[in-house]
């Protein structure tokens, strides 16, 4: 079983940039997907940035050109550089792990098939 710990959330202002971290330690399925998804109170949750074992990546068209998702296979460490912040980026942001889906945003499959960590907060001020 796979355990995902999140860190690097804070509160900022506007246009500032944070990077995330997650670590994944126990068993890791070296061909799953691995991404970022966030949710904010009241909201549903959505993704973020996804990273597939091939390398190949995904963004919401909301963090496209602002957002970078990397991961490090070594130290099995998923990053999300976040740049020109934003107050609507404001949520809870979590780390998950899942066998790849056909679309990369199918979110019941996510739902149903992913390992989660706990989350950190990102708050952003205007």
């Not at 068993?27 to 966030?38: L, Q």
Request: aromatic residues 12%; glycine residues 8%.
């Amino acid at each position: 079983q796979v355990q995902l710990v999140e860190s690097g959330g804070g509160s900022v202002q506007a246009g500032v940039s944070l990077t995330l971290s997650c670590v994944a330690t126990g068993y890791r399925h070296t061909t799953y997907t691995m991404g970022w998804f966030r949710q904010a109170p009241g909201m549903e949750r959505e993704g973020v940035a996804v990273v597939n074992s091939d390398a190949s990546t995904d963004y919401a068209e909301s963090v496209q050109g602002r957002f970078t998702i990397s991961k490090d296979n070594a130290k099995y460490e998923l990053t999300l550089r976040m740049n020109n912040l934003q107050p609507e980026d404001t949520a809870m942001y979590y780390c998950a792990t899942y066998p790849t889906p056909l679309s990369s945003w199918n979110m019941s499959w996510i739902l149903k098939y992913a390992t989660w960590g706990q989350g950190t907060q990102v708050t952003v001020s205007s």
